[in-house]
């Protein structure tokens, strides 16, 4: 079993051609359809038998549909005797990987167990929620860090004044000390809570000294927006000069765009994990560079 191929999934079509070029490996041909009732239908083209396949599909929203098209696609590829590598850059439902109340699923396990069931030999990811998640896939799993990638964007597009990163919760710090290492800044973590009932998020009051300087938050994901606005309202409280915000997935539901820039927020970058018109950061020379190692290593 040697020879490597790309299955591009209906979610992640550009990501997968980028990611197949710089890996130089060959797509295969799939032909993805939606019937009238909203199912998928999907035809893998080329024989597969004895092949390694990465199967590419971000799973943001619709979640349910992009999940069950990674399913299906990987399901078919292992029945015909290929090799799955399941390459999904933002993995869904990752946030819900505890029961934080009593009842609740644990999403992630789910997700686990379903790639399992259709083949899965193996899951790659880019910077997922918290690691512990990885722990729940019972074959090998690994998590690529964005951070790099997006340090890279804010060195070459910015000469901020006296720069700090700020992370809005603790889930985020080890993010930000690596961000900060790699714009050379100071970086600070703010205090974020979540009703687990309602959603709502509030975030710490504590004195900060930010005068004259300039911010970049960083977090995994940016969804409502909400926890970017409520902590570039507290930075610009105690004197932030310009603030920028960076994030890995863009999921960026409704009003998000507007609500971080009306907060005072002059750029939200995100990276091409899911695509969007603030996916500015391309992440596929990061997770190539990790299949390059991954390829000469297996055999
Ligand atoms: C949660 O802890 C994540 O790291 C993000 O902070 C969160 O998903 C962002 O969601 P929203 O944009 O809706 O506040």
Redesign the pocket.
């Known amino acids: 079993m040697e020879e490597w191929y790309v299955a591009p999934g209906p979610a992640s079509r550009e990501f997968a051609e980028l990611f197949a070029n710089r890996i130089n490996v060959s797509l295969l041909t799939i032909e993805f359809t939606t019937f009238p009732d909203g199912e998928s239908k999907i035809r893998v083209i080329e024989d597969v038998r004895n092949k390694r396949v990465i199967m590419v599909q971000s799973t943001y929203p619709p979640t349910d549909v992009h999940i069950m098209q990674a399913l299906m696609l990987s399901y078919k590829i292992s029945q015909d005797g290929g090799e799955v590598y399941a390459l999904i850059p933002y993995l869904g439902y990752a946030?819900q990987d505890k029961e934080f109340l009593k009842g609740e699923v644990v999403s992630l396990a789910v997700i686990a167990r379903l790639l399992r069931s259709v083949g899965v030999k193996r899951l790659i990811t880019v910077d997922i929620?918290s690691s512990e998640g990885l722990g729940y896939f019972p074959f090998p799993a690994y998590s690529v860090s964005a951070i790099p990638a997006i340090a890279k964007y804010v060195n070459e597009n910015y000469h901020l004044n006296k720069p700090v990163v700020v992370s809005?919760?603790f889930?985020?710090s080890a993010r930000a000390e690596g961000l900060a290492q790699l714009i050379n800044s100071e970086y600070i973590v703010l205090s974020?809570k979540?009703d687990r009932l309602t959603?709502e998020?509030s975030i710490e009051d504590k004195t900060l000294n930010l005068e004259d300087r300039d911010v970049v938050i960083i977090?995994?994901?940016?969804?409502?927006?909400?926890?970017?606005?409520?902590a570039a309202l507290l930075l610009k409280k105690y004197g932030a000069r310009k603030i920028i915000t960076a994030?890995t997935h863009p999921?960026m539901?409704s009003n998000?765009l507007e609500r971080i820039t009306s907060a005072g927020v002059e750029e939200v970058i995100g990276t091409n994990t899911i695509p969007s018109p603030i996916s500015k950061v391309d992440v596929t020379p990061i997770v190539a560079e990790y299949f390059k190692s991954l390829m000469s290593r297996e055999y």
């Not at 977090?219 to 409520?230: A, E, F, M, R, Y």
């Open positions: 946030r929620h809005p919760d889930g985020a974020k979540r959603g998020v977090d995994d994901i940016i969804s409502t927006g909400g926890s970017v606005q409520k994030c999921i539901v998000a």
